[in-house]
C-alpha cells in the first residue's frame, strides 16, 4: 500500500471523509473548528454544511486529504488558526503571535486504521502548511499517557503521534477531549 496525501480539492472526497450518510443529518463536516462563530457552527443544519464546506473550498483547500490508489482513505483539516475558532479560543492558549497554521482533526476511515494513515496524514498536513508559507504549525492533541482514546474523540490525535512528527509541547490548555488534557503541540517549518 503507497498513501499519497495531497490538498483536498474534491468536494466528493471530502463528502466522503466528513459528511454524513443522510445528506440532512447534522453533522460535524470538520466546520466546529473552522467556522469563527459559534453561532454560525449551531445554526447549520443538514444540508447547509456540506453546503458552507463547498464555500470555503472555493477559497482554497480546507485540509489534506490521504489516498490509496484512486481510493480516499483519511483526512486532515489544517488551516490558518486566524481563519479558526482557535484564533480566539478561550481553553487553547496563543503561545506567541505567530501566524501560524491549526491542525485540529485527522480522520482515517473504518477498514484502514492501523495502516499509518495519521502518520501520513500529518506529515501531508505539514507538508501543506510549510508549502502555504505557514511559519510554524499546531496541534491540539490529547496527552493521553499510552491510554486508551475513545474512537470519537481520537479525531484530535494523541501527544505521541504529534512527537513522533517532530512537534514538541509549547504549551498546556484548559481543553479536554475524551477524558484526557489536551497540550498544544507545535512544529517550526
Known amino acids: 500500500m503507497t498513501i499519497e496525501v495531497r490538498p483536498a480539492t474534491e468536494f466528493d472526497d471530502i463528502r466522503t471523509m466528513v459528511g454524513p450518510k443522510q445528506p440532512t443529518s447534522n453533522v460535524c463536516w470538520c466546520l466546529s473548528y473552522r467556522l469563527t462563530s459559534g453561532r454560525e457552527n449551531r445554526e447549520l443544519r443538514g444540508t447547509a ?4 464546506v463547498r464555500q470555503l473550498l472555493r477559497g482554497g483547500p480546507p485540509g489534506v486529504l ?3 490508489g484512486d ?3 483519511g483526512w486532515a483539516a489544517v488551516h490558518p488558526r486566524a481563519d479558526t475558532s482557535f484564533a480566539t479560543s478561550r481553553k487553547i492558549p496563543h503561545v ?15 477498514g484502514h486504521r492501523g495502516e499509518g494513515i495519521s502518520h501520513a496524514l500529518l506529515a501531508g498536513a505539514v507538508a501543506f502548511a510549510r508549502d502555504s508559507g505557514a511559519p510554524a504549525i499546531e496541534g491540539y492533541p ?8 475513545d474512537l470519537t474523540m481520537a479525531y484530535v ?3 505521541a503521534l504529534f512527537e513522533r512528527a517532530g512537534f514538541r509541547k ?9 477524558g484526557f488534557p489536551r497540550v498544544v503541540m507545535r512544529l517550526a517549518l
Do not use: F, I, M
Request: charged share 35%; net charge negative.
Open 49 to 52: 454544511r456540506g453546503d458552507r
Open 66 to 68: 490521504a489516498y490509496d
Open 71 to 73: 481510493e480516499v482513505v
Open 96 to 110: 506567541d503571535d505567530a501566524d501560524v497554521w491549526s491542525l485540529w482533526c485527522l480522520r482515517v476511515r473504518p
Open 142 to 149: 490529547v496527552d493521553n499517557a499510552g491510554e486508551k482514546v
Open 157 to 159: 490525535g494523541t501527544r
Open 170 to 178: 509549547a504549551a498546556d490548555t484548559d481543553a479536554v477531549a475524551g
